[in-house]
Structures are given as C-alpha cells and as structure tokens.
C-alpha cells in the first residue's frame, strides 16, 4: 500500500503560483513513474506531468516552461510547482503512482486549482 495525500490546492489569481505536494506513507525512491493527472468539469482527465526514478520529467505542452515536477525521495514526496497561473490550469489536481510500469495504481484524494481571471 502506498497512500497518498494531497496538499496546496487552493485560490489564486491569474499569473499567480501554487505548490502542489503529494506525500507517501512509504519510500517512494523504487517507484519508477510518478506524476500528476488533472480534470476540469466536462472535461477529460489529463496527463499533466511526469518524473522517473532518474529524475527524467516529462510535460504536456500546455504547461511547458510554467510547471515544474520535482521528487525528494528522503521526505517521500512529489511536487508540481505551478507558476504563471492561467484560468484553463483550473482542474482538480491528482497525483499517482506507477511502480511497475503498467499503468496508475495508486492515487491521491484529489486537490482543487482554481485560478481566476
């Protein structure tokens, strides 16, 4: 079992910043994929961010050079550091885990993003 909570969400106007976390209840620095999903209302869930185990970090091209996803291993965290806020980033905000390559199979309880114009 790996849980995952969900911390930083919050209001923020735009061309504002948010730190999104997401903590494990285990060591995480085995886990090969971690990342973050985000859906808004009425629309489909999207891939947002990627890290691997090296350290390798991959982004959906809406977010490139704003977003930043970071790991620390020793306090078994993940963190999305969200700058230049846009209302189009308001979406509740999840994080995962993949450890064995095939797919999400852990994920946080969710965090709310609302940017506003």
């Given at each position: 079992q790996v849980p995952l909570v969900?911390?930083?969400?919050?209001?923020?106007?735009?061309?504002?910043?948010?730190?999104?976390?997401?903590?494990?209840?285990?060591?995480?620095?085995?886990?090969?994929y971690m990342g973050w999903y985000r859906q808004a209302p009425g629309k489909q869930r999207e891939l947002?961010?990627?890290?691997?185990?090296?350290g390798t970090t991959r982004y959906t091209d809406s977010v490139k050079g704003r977003f930043t996803i970071s790991r620390d291993n020793a306090k078994n965290t993940v963190y999305l550091q969200m700058n230049s806020l846009k209302p189009e980033?308001?979406?509740?905000?999840y994080c995962y885990t993949d450890r064995y390559g095939l797919g999400p199979d852990y994920w946080g309880q969710g965090t709310?993003?609302?940017?506003?114009?």
């Open positions: 969900e911390s930083g969400g919050g209001l923020v106007q735009a061309g504002g910043s948010l730190r999104l976390s997401c903590a494990a209840s285990a060591t995480i620095f085995t886990i090969n947002v961010a990627t890290i691997t185990s090296r980033d308001t979406a509740v905000y709310q993003v609302t940017v506003s114009s």
